[in-house]
């Protein structure tokens, strides 16, 4: 008699140790669940939102070359009407992503009309031998940043009051996107060493290319040198 009872304790003991974790399990599913449709409706509004500015088409090489020349010619409309110097990129350059309809292609230019430059101030001081410093390129309602690394040269210049450090040369000045969609590609630049040596004016020109079509542009951006020979 007293087996039987044993046996019927352990028999209820598994059975409410094995709602629990049925429980357990029901709730860990329902709350990854939740977190994967919360996921999921993140994303397609985000592919909406992607979808709603424009939707690649899947044309025929045949499509594509008359599409091309459609392109062509509004990028040359452009250039008439709002006085742009729009360049379209060669056809072979062209990605799946940049076949759009033409109204598409229109609106994405006049997205891109008007441009401004502002350079963002550096907060950290840097060694000569490397300087980073970014400007914020505003074309239309489109905006990138571009990153421009210097390289100088400072020295000791007893002359002054101070004794302090001046610019002494610039070695070289690159740049490329930071943030932003497109490619930038820089063409040149025109530093002029101002303010008695203590920073550097620089013009900077390149082009940037965004679905297919490129425009030239051109920004200044100063480096200052601190007494210390610090770069900002």
Known sequence: ??????????????????????EKVDKTTSSKTSAVEHKIEKETVATTDKAHTSIPLVLTPAQK???????????????GEYGTAFVID???????EYWLELSDFEE???????TSSVMVDNKEIYAPGLV??????QMGSHKI???????????????????????SALHSL???????????????YDPSIVDQGRAYSITVTGYYSFHGVSSPHNFDIIFYCNKNGGIT
């Open 65 to 79: 070359e008359q599409f091309y020349k459609d392109y062509t010619a509004i990028v040359h409309k452009f250039n």
């Open 174 to 188: 690159s740049s490329e996107i930071e943030q932003g969609n497109g490619d930038w590609k820089q063409m040149g």
């Open 145 to 167: 940043a571009i990153r421009v690394n210097g390289s100088f040269d400072t020295q000791l210049n007893a002359n002054t009051p101070d004794g302090r450090q001046l610019f």
């Open 1 to 22: 008699m007293l087996k039987k009872y044993m046996i019927m304790g352990v028999v209820l003991g598994i059975s409410f140790l094995t709602g629990c974790e049925n």
């Open 132 to 137: 980073p410093k970014l400007v914020e390129l």
């Open 108 to 114: 994405m230019l006049k997205g891109r009309i008007g």
């Open 90 to 96: 060669p056809i072979t350059t062209f990605t799946d």
